[in-house]
């Protein structure tokens, strides 16, 4: 794969509202195997597992004991309307009820869906690993001031367009308020520059997504997988009795 296909990413048609998820009915997963209840596992003294961050081989974002039985893994997507969702409605207790207790891991791997998602991974993980989860958390919370920002000036946003390629996603970025909202949250402005221009990882992130896509066959997001079986789940109200069924109860 050459730095065309990173930066093709920039010119993928978008829509300029919540149906950026291009995520269709819950597909049929896999099924879940049944378990017995799995004890709870202490942390480290002086540690807590929701405060407990490393990144995975596989290039995804792992919050939790990495050696919990019980292993979800999301693909996600900073533009999606849906995953947005899951965020408000499910993470919280994801985090505090069963991630802090050991049982569970969470992992995140960023999917690129559109025009939008590789500024806003650039800039996700710009920084230090253990702040994606929690900045890609707060992204997904303000993501509505994106749309409302890129609907409000839609003009410059097809502008972007006739940017020198390596140009595009800072464009991007500035239009949609991303830049602002990283530089708000630690990200400082010549950081954020740089980590956009950043055309080696770019292409690095389309390598990578190109290979979830066609190994995990990932048709929209969020699209969860438990201890390595596609579950099928949409929302937190199909996710969480699959995490009961697998132990963590």
């Known amino acids: 794969m050459k730095l065309a296909r990173a930066l093709l990413l920039a010119t993928l048609p978008l829509t300029l509202g919540l149906a950026a998820c291009d995520k269709k009915d819950a597909a049929a997963g896999g099924e879940i195997a049944s378990a017995e209840p799995i004890a709870k596992v202490p942390a480290p003294a002086g540690k807590s597992w929701t405060e407990t961050f490393s990144v995975t081989p596989e290039g995804g974002y792992l919050m939790g004991n990495p050696n919990a039985p019980i292993k979800l893994v999301e693909f996600g997507a900073l533009s999606c309307s849906h995953c947005a969702q899951f965020s408000k409605e499910g993470f919280p207790k994801l985090r505090d009820d069963y991630v802090a207790s050991g049982r569970v891991s969470y992992e995140l791997r960023l999917f690129l869906l559109n025009a939008l ?22 992204f997904w919370e303000w993501q509505p001031n994106m749309f409302t920002n890129l609907q409000k000036d839609e003009a410059a946003f097809q502008q972007i367009q006739n940017l020198p390629a390596d140009k595009r996603f800072a ?79």
């Open 117 to 138: 998602d590789m500024p806003a991974v650039l800039l996700a993980t710009c920084g230090s690993p253990d702040a994606v989860i929690p900045l890609s958390e707060q």
């Open 171 to 249: 464009g991007i970025a500035q239009v949609g308020g991303m830049s602002e909202f990283f530089a708000s949250r630690g990200i400082a402005a010549a950081q954020g520059s740089s980590c956009l221009a950043d055309t080696a990882k770019a292409t690095k992130l389309a390598t990578t997504n190109e290979q979830w896509s066609k190994e995990f066959d990932i048709q929209g997001t969020p699209t969860f997988f438990l201890n390595g079986s596609k579950t099928g789940a949409a929302d937190w109200a199909q996710l969480e009795p699959l995490l009961q069924k697998a132990g963590a109860r």
